[in-house]
């Protein structure tokens, strides 16, 4: 049982380049997240979905898009990188009302 | 506006003795609260939670304690093991909503 799997886990990009940050979940949880974590900061929500075909923004989703693309499935794009983009991204699920699982991150550097 | 606070950004221990982790949050509409645990480069694991009509759950060696009035919370490790050393997150969930509001993290060092 896989849990919450996460790609790449690890990614150098160029300002100004593009990529998908891809994640899967194998426990049939409805609802999906993408949180950043960054010293100091904890981890702040970027986007979630609470079911498949619906998103909504967290408190920091300016530079992002999100795709539902499934039950399963919940990628994270940012179209145009830049530094302060720079942080370790982590997905998660949960079944409603109980707690989150988190994958293992993916750390991003902005050059 | 930081919903939920950890003031200690590190605490050190001694091998055996009481670990208390502490959390404050402002929104009174948060209904259920939980805290993980985080080593380095891997992903926070669920550690316990709490809903708001507790004031204490307990697991283990871990119990949380949950103080409506003074919107305060605590993580407390007994005894503290060396395995312990890592990041604890306090999280919080609104009544009704899914999302999960994080704090920012106390390091844990549990000394032999």
């Known amino acids: 049982n896989a849990g919450v799997t996460q790609t790449p886990k690890f990614q150098v990009l160029k300002t100004g380049q593009s990529m998908t940050l891809q994640c899967a979940q194998d426990?049939?949880?409805?609802?999906m997240y993408w949180y950043r974590q960054d010293p100091g900061m904890g981890l702040r929500l970027i986007y979630y979905?609470?079911?498949?075909?619906?998103?909504d923004k967290g408190e920091v989703p300016n530079g992002y898009n999100v795709s539902r693309l499934n039950k399963r499935e919940f990628s994270l794009r940012l179209e145009s990188a830049a530094p302060s983009q720079t942080s370790v991204y982590f997905c998660?699920?949960?079944?409603?009302?109980?707690?989150?699982?988190f994958g293992q991150g993916t750390r991003l550097t902005v050059v | 506006d930081q919903q939920v606070k950890q003031n200690s950004p590190s605490l050190s221990v001694q091998e055996g003795r009481i670990s208390i982790l502490n959390c404050d949050y402002t929104?009174?509409?948060?209904?259920?609260f939980l805290w993980y645990k985080k080593y380095p480069a891997e992903g926070p694991t669920f550690l316990i939670s709490i809903s708001s009509i507790k004031d204490k759950n307990e697991d283990g060696r871990f119990t949380v304690f949950l103080n409506k009035s003074a919107k305060h919370l605590s993580l407390h490790i007994v005894p503290s093991q060396p395995g312990d050393s890592a990041v604890y997150f306090c999280a919080a969930r609104r009544g009704g909503g899914n999302k999960l509001t994080f704090g920012t993290g106390t390091q844990l060092k549990v000394e032999l």
């Open positions: 426990m049939n949880h409805n609802s």
């Open positions: 998660a699920s949960a079944r409603e009302w109980t707690e989150a699982f």
């Open positions: 979905s609470a079911s498949e075909g619906t998103t």
């Open positions: 929104n009174s509409m948060f209904d259920y």
